[in-house]
């Protein structure tokens, strides 16, 4: 089967470089694009220059060619489509979809992460204040291809979210939304972490009239303490000299079977195995796994 209509993506953040959950998020997207004839895209999303490490985009970019990925077309920068983000802000604001908001992080303290609404009918000027959509009173639901059906309910669950900040840098939730829809991504594959903004993205898409993508949602790796494997934690970057048997080693942790003498292959025999033999269903449907438990 084979489906060229397939447009998947990987959009990494460089606040950082890439590490091993990274590398299974990728391996996931990478694989579910290919093995049916898909197109894979390769996104940077250089959305806070205040947290981008210096070198990260370049090191990322080294790393994913060392570790045999290949992309199709021009990497697309998010630093670069800031004129329609600031355009659709507009929009939404104008329509009353949005307003300003001048809360505080202490004002917002003890919310369980909720916003309460404190400025939703305050009217306040645009400057020196965050803009905020305003979300409905409904539950928000979809399947996801591995972790099944998750619901969420806007209003209680999180409350109307930030779609530019006072500092005017825009929103995740926002740009990701556009540019998923600007270069026609029909398939969204990322890791757990990201379950619960997918509700806020499902709105956004329907207030603004762009389509739904398939989602898939891979477990994250997680260290001893709880905690993600990411660049706040300080995880250790991916090594050039070990692409192969770390490939093998995510294409585990993502339910495959890889052959034990692929660990000592080339990179590019290592995903293509990937390619040929990839199947989600086997994916483990859990938010998490322990990266000590992973061979």
Not at 2 to 18: D, E, K, N, Q, V
Not at 94 to 107: D, H, P
Request: glycine share 8%.
């Amino acid at each position: 089967m084979t489906s060229p209509s397939y447009i998947g993506r990987f959009a990494p953040t460089p606040s950082g470089y890439l590490h091993f959950g990274s590398l299974v998020a990728a391996v996931a997207s990478y694989l579910d694009a290919r093995a049916i004839g898909g197109r894979w895209l390769l996104r940077m999303e250089d959305l806070d220059p205040p947290r981008e490490v210096q070198g990260a985009q370049a090191a990322i970019l080294s790393t994913l060619e060392s570790y045999g990925f290949e992309w199709d077309g021009e990497m697309v920068r998010q630093s670069e489509r800031h004129a329609t983000y600031a355009e659709v802000v507009d929009w939404l604001f104008n329509q009353g979809l949005a307003y300003a908001c001048t809360c505080s992080r202490k004002q917002l303290e003890g919310n369980q992460g909720v916003y309460p609404g404190y400025c939703r009918n305050a009217q306040h000027s645009r400057q020196d204040a965050a803009i905020r959509l305003r979300v409905p009173e409904l539950e928000y639901h979809f399947v996801d291809r591995v972790q099944g059906e998750f619901r969420q309910h806007l209003g209680r669950e999180v409350g109307d979210f930030i779609i530019q900040r006072r500092d005017g840098l825009y929103a995740y939730q926002l740009a990701v939304v556009l540019d998923d829809a600007w270069q026609g991504v029909t398939d969204i594959v990322r890791g757990a972490d990201l379950l619960d903004s997918t509700p806020r993205q499902l709105y956004l898409q329907e207030l603004l009239g762009l389509p739904r993508p398939r989602y898939l949602h891979v477990p994250l790796i997680i260290q001893p303490d709880g905690h993600k494997l990411g660049k706040s934690y300080r995880s250790p970057p991916l090594p050039g000299d070990r692409a192969s048997p770390l490939l093998a080693r995510a294409l585990r942790s993502l339910g495959q079977q890889p052959p034990e003498e692929l660990s000592d292959a080339h990179p590019r025999e290592v995903l293509d195995w990937g390619i040929a033999n990839w199947d989600a269903m086997l994916i483990p449907r859990s938010r998490t796994l322990a990266e000590a438990q992973l061979r």
